[in-house]
Structures are given as C-alpha cells and as structure tokens.
C-alpha cells in the first residue's frame, strides 16, 4: 500500500487528490519566493509560481464543508435544500468538482506519456473511490456514536469522495486523449484545441437529459422501518409512480436507476427530502412525519447516485475551460475578464432555466439538474476569479492565509473533520459516562455562556474550523503535505 503522507516543497494537493502523474501539481501562478520587503513581486508569467488562489478556493471549500454539515442542525437555512432549490451548503460539492476540474487543466498541459498517465489516473481514481468507500460507506458512525463496522449487505457505495473519482477520471482522460495538438494563438485555435471535449460534454448531457425526461419510472416497492411500537422489524411499502419525466423525490429517473442498479439498501438512508414538507412536521428541518404523510417518505435516496453524477462531471468540464484560459492568455485581467464573460453566462443560463416555471428546469442539488449544474457551476468560476483578483493580481495575501493552507491539505482536513474522524476518536475519551467528553462539553459550555444552543453551536464549528486551518499551518511549515 502507498503512502499517503508526502513531505517536500513541491508536492501540494490539488483539492482532495493529487492528480498530477508525476506526483507534482504544475505551478504557474505568483507566489513570492522572497521574505525581502523589496523582492520584485512575480508575475504570473513566472513558470515556477503557483496559483495561490486555487489553494484559497479549495481551503475555502473545505470550511464551507465543515460549517454547513455541523452548523446546519442548528440553521437549517445554510443545510442543503430539501429537494428543489438552493441554499449554501449546495455549492460546496460543485465547488469541489470545479476545482479538480482546474488543476487538471494545469497537470496534463505536458504529458510525456498518454499511456503513462492513464494508468497513472485509473490507479488514482480506484484509490480515491475506495477512501471515499472506507470514508461514507459505513463503516466509521461518526460523532456520538463510538462504536464502527458494516454490514456489507448495507454499505453504501457512492458518496461525496466517490463521485469526484469520476469525475476526475472522465476530466483526466478527456484532458490526455481528447485534445488536439494546436498552438492556441487565437480564439479559433483555442476553439479546435479543446472542442472535442465539448462536444463529449454535450453527450454526456444529453444523455443524462433523455433518461431524466424519458425513461419510464414503474411502481416500486422499499422495506419501510415501523412506526408502530407494538409491532417489530420492518415492512413493504409501494411506491405508485408509472411516469416519465417526473423529478419530484419518489418518480425520478436518478432514483430508479440507482435502485436498479444498486438496491435499496446501498443507498443514502437518510435522503434530504425526509426535510420536506410532505415528510417532516418542522421542516426545512428534520421532524416527526406529519399525518397522512405519503409513504416514499422513509424511503432511500443518494445524492451522489449514478445518474447524477454523470451529470456532476460536467462541472469538472468547465474547470478544465478556466484552466485552459489559464495556460492560453497570459495577462492577469485578460484571464479574469475571460473567466467572468464564462460565468455570468452559466448563471443567466441557470437561473433562466429555473424560472421558465412549469416547463422550465428546477434547481435540484439531488438530482444535479441542469440550472443547477449551470448556476453553481458559474458560481464557482465567478468565486475563483475574485479570489484570483484579489490573491493573484493584487497580492493581498495575509488575510486568506489560513484558508491557503487549508487547501494545500484539503484531503486530510475533509477526512478527519468533515468525515467525523477526529472528533469521533476525541470523543471515544470520556469520564465515567460517554456524555461527558471534551467535543460535548466544549460545544455545550459555549451554548451556555451564549445562552443559546444555535449561536454556540455556530461558535463552536467556527473554532473548528480555526483549529483546521492552524492544523493545516503546521503541516505546511513542516513540508508534510497528504496525497493519494
């Protein structure tokens, strides 16, 4: 087995993985070698730079990570959208699948070896998918639940790490087999140099699009825990659908296909839509089911499913187009204005999708339909480009330090604190009763002092997240950087 802690100056982690096939990603953008107050600032014409603000984007990424999954119970307003529409929290996988999009770009510019590289990318798409399996399929139970192991008959096979490995794996091969050997001297050549990855994209969106809107969706069935105390195990319910083109939680393609494919018990058992009207008495929160509650209810969802995540990777796909905007034009505001005149479009795009009401295309993070795709898609290109004004072109670096390093270590902080790792093992240290931890009692004493257990909450994640990035300093000062 691999190691997965690498210590040196030049191996830094692009997002959650490493993609480069020789172990380095491609630094191209400013990065001040010098601690001299009067060292001439670099350019991001400079070969050896790096490019700060992708390190920022995905710091950031990761806090946003960390916030919506643990302040989230206490504000469902940041948690993810019950089914249709957006909040915060559902552009933190976008984000994610965006940025691995860009270091892509920048990795494969020069591959020696096609052949090399693909292997190369397999080898590192099956390790990142069987993490993300050992990660979310199970077998940790995260905080206050100090006990491990899976059923494999339940373990669940997709997840957030999951689904980047495909998208990773389609980008990278797309990016080391699709592109053609043209000197980008203008629009058009930049055009013929990328379009057949385009056009790859096309296909993968309407192919989503046809099994969306135009496979048959049959009556199923779901073992159902009971909700009568005097009876025990569970039982059958029937879900009547026969319908094409439904995208409501019970009828849609994306969850038929999934249970096809996978079955029932290797889905998400908690699926956001337990937070719906139909489905929860305090919703947009978790809550008791209301009467007469239909029965889909307690029924399994991924949100990470087949379909959608085939759908998912063409946000790898525009970060791949701001990458290669990023080795084709040199100038600083030439590459914002390239990249804003990208987003803004996605955006219009998206939200003009959404409004066109009944038969326009609803915002669905679960589904990851198109105005979604479009909306968050054009939100992550506008959100790097001012990160980049602001980091890469006006050098105001201090303040997003701590997000800076975050992102060179983003693998390891997603898996010891958005994935529960840590605070888990912390809590496994207890006096005389499990309830009585250093995680619970740091949390409830900052819900006292605040008098009130949302603000505390919050409180408490934000000092999280402080230690993350305090973490992640020390890591970087030490040169220890973890990649798969």
């Not at 999708?353 to 990851?368: D, F, N, R």
């Amino acid at each position: 087995m691999s190691t997965l802690i690498t210590i040196g100056e030049e191996q830094r982690q692009p997002l959650l993985l490493d993609p480069s096939p020789d172990g380095n990603e491609e630094e191209i953008a400013a990065s001040s070698s010098s601690n001299e107050p009067d060292a001439p600032k670099p350019t991001l014409d400079d070969s050896n730079q790096r490019l700060l603000s992708l390190d920022v984007f995905r710091g950031l990424t990761v806090a946003l990570m960390i916030l919506v999954d643990d302040a989230g119970g206490a504000f469902p307003s940041i948690n993810h959208a019950p089914w249709f529409g957006v909040t915060i929290a559902d552009f933190v996988m976008p984000f994610f699948l965006f940025g691995v999009g860009v270091s892509i770009s920048l990795v494969f510019k020069k591959s020696s070896s096609r052949t090399l590289a693909t292997k190369k990318v397999i080898l590192r798409t099956i390790k990142l998918f069987l993490l993300g399996l050992f990660l979310q399929g199970g077998y940790f139970h995260g905080r206050n639940n100090l006990t491990y192991g899976v059923d494999v008959v339940k373990i669940r096979w997709l997840g957030v790490l999951q689904r980047i490995s495909i998208g990773y794996l389609l980008a990278s091969i797309s990016e080391i087999w699709l592109v053609y050997n043209v000197v980008v001297d203008c629009p058009t050549a930049f055009v013929r140099k990328y379009h057949v990855q385009w056009i790859v994209a096309t296909l993968l969106l309407s192919f989503y699009m046809c099994l969306l809107y135009g496979l048959y969706v049959p009556n199923w069935e779901f073992q159902s825990p009971s909700l009568n105390l005097s009876t025990n195990g569970s039982h059958t319910q029937i879900v009547h659908c026969g319908v094409r083109g439904s995208l409501e939680p019970p009828c849609n393609a994306v969850g038929y296909i999934d249970r096809y494919f996978m079955g029932e018990q290797h889905l998400y058992q908690r699926p956001v839509y337990r937070r719906t009207k139909e489905c929860s008495v305090n919703s947009p929160d978790y809550g008791p089911l209301p009467p007469d509650s239909p029965e889909w209810c307690l029924a399994p969802f991924d949100p990470e499913g087949i379909l959608s995540s085939l759908m998912a990777v063409l946000t790898c796909f525009v970060g791949l187009h701001f990458g290669h905007v990023l080795l084709h034009y040199k100038g600083q505001m030439q590459r914002a204005l390239l990249w804003s005149m990208s987003s803004f479009p996605l955006l219009i795009l998206g939200f003009g999708l959404e409004m066109l009401g009944v038969t326009g295309i609803p915002l669905s993070k679960p589904l990851y339909t198109l105005s979604y795709m479009c909306i968050t898609a054009g939100a992550s290109g506008l959100f790097l480009t001012i990160i980049f004004y602001i980091v890469d072109v006006k050098h105001f670096r201090k303040p997003v330090v701590l997000f800076q390093w975050m992102g060179m270590n983003a693998l390891i902080i997603y898996a010891l604190a958005a994935c529960d790792i840590f605070p888990a093992a912390v809590q496994g240290f207890y006096w005389r009763s499990p309830e009585n931890n250093l995680v619970d009692g740091m949390e409830s004493l900052l819900q006292a002092m605040l008098h009130s257990s949302k603000w505390g909450t919050l409180v408490f994640v934000l000092l999280q997240i402080l230690f993350w990035c305090l973490v992640a300093g020390f890591l970087h000062m030490k040169g220890i950087y973890i990649k798969l």
